[in-house]
C-alpha cells in the first residue's frame, strides 16, 4: 500500500492567516492526488482533485501543488468556515488511500 | 445532482455480518463510475473498503478482502456492503461513495459525490 504521511496532524492560525498543509506519498505517485475538507459530523468534500486543479465551486483561496511525493495544500486567508480536517488522498495504486488528516482551528 | 443514502442496521453483534445498501437518485448507477464504499471510525481518518463497476467487477482494500463483498443491483441503482466476521474495530461511520474518473493512459479519481454517512456499532 502507498502510505500517505501529512503534516502537521493539527495547526492553529488567525483569521487571514496563511495556512500550509503538506502530504508525503512513501512512493512517486506523480500528481494522481485530491484533497478533501471534512467538516465535523458531515461527509468528505472534495476540494482539489489531480494535485492541483480546484473543484468548480471551491473558493479560490485554496489551492494544491505538487507532484512525485511531495504536495502541499494552502489556504491563502483563512476564514472561519474553513475550519475543518483536511485530508489527502493518492488514486495512483490500489488500495485507495487517506492522510491520516489535518485539523485546522482558529486562533 | 447525484445524491446517495446509506442504509442498513446501526447495531451488529461481535461474530456477526454488518449490511449496508447505498441508493443512488439523481443519476445512474450503471454510467462510466465505480461505486465505493469508505470508513471513520470514531475520531479518526478515513480507510477506503472497495468499489465496484455497474458490471459487477470489484476492487477491495486488501487489508479486509477476505471479509468484504460489495455487490450491484442495477434494477434498483443501489449498491451494497457485506463485512462480515466483525469486531469492535470495525464500529465506525460507514459512506458510500461515487468515484469518478478514467483511466485512458493518463489516470484521474476522486470522489465527488457521498452519502451523508450511517454510524455502525459493534456489540454485544
Known amino acids: 500500500d502507498i502510505q500517505m504521511t501529512q503534516s502537521p496532524s493539527s495547526l492553529s492560525a488567525s483569521v487571514g492567516d496563511r495556512v500550509t498543509i503538506t502530504c508525503q506519498a512513501s512512493?512517486?505517485?506523480?500528481?494522481?492526488l485530491n484533497w478533501y475538507q471534512q467538516k465535523p459530523g458531515k461527509a468528505p468534500k472534495l476540494l482539489i482533485y489531480d494535485a492541483s486543479n480546484l473543484e468548480t465551486g471551491v473558493p479560490s483561496r485554496f489551492s494544491g501543488s505538487g507532484s512525485g511525493t511531495d504536495f502541499t495544500f494552502t489556504i491563502s486567508s483563512l476564514q472561519p468556515e474553513d475550519i475543518a480536517t483536511y485530508y489527502c488522498q493518492q488514486y495512483d495504486n490500489l488500495p485507495r488511500t487517506f492522510g491520516q488528516g489535518t485539523k485546522v482551528e482558529i486562533k | 445532482q447525484v445524491q446517495l443514502q446509506e442504509s442498513g442496521p446501526g447495531l451488529v453483534k461481535p461474530s456477526g455480518t454488518l449490511s449496508l445498501t447505498c441508493a443512488v437518485s439523481?443519476?445512474?448507477?450503471?454510467?462510466?463510475?465505480?461505486w465505493s464504499w469508505i470508513r471513520q471510525p470514531p475520531g479518526k481518518g478515513l480507510e477506503w473498503i472497495g468499489e465496484?463497476?455497474?458490471?459487477?467487477?470489484?476492487n477491495y482494500n486488501p487489508s479486509l478482502k477476505s471479509r468484504v463483498t460489495i455487490s450491484v443491483d442495477k434494477s434498483k441503482n443501489q449498491f451494497s456492503l457485506k463485512l462480515s466476521s466483525v469486531t469492535a474495530a470495525d464500529t465506525a461511520v460507514y459512506y458510500c461513495?461515487?468515484?469518478?474518473?478514467?483511466?485512458?493512459?493518463?489516470?484521474?479519481?476522486?470522489?465527488?459525490?457521498w452519502g451523508q454517512g450511517t454510524l455502525v456499532t459493534v456489540s454485544s
Open positions: 512512493q512517486d505517485i506523480s500528481n494522481y
Open positions: 465496484i463497476y455497474h458490471s459487477g467487477s470489484t
Open positions: 461513495a461515487r468515484n469518478y474518473g478514467y483511466s485512458y493512459g493518463r489516470k484521474l479519481y476522486y470522489f465527488d459525490y
Open positions: 439523481g443519476g445512474s448507477i450503471s454510467s462510466s463510475n465505480w
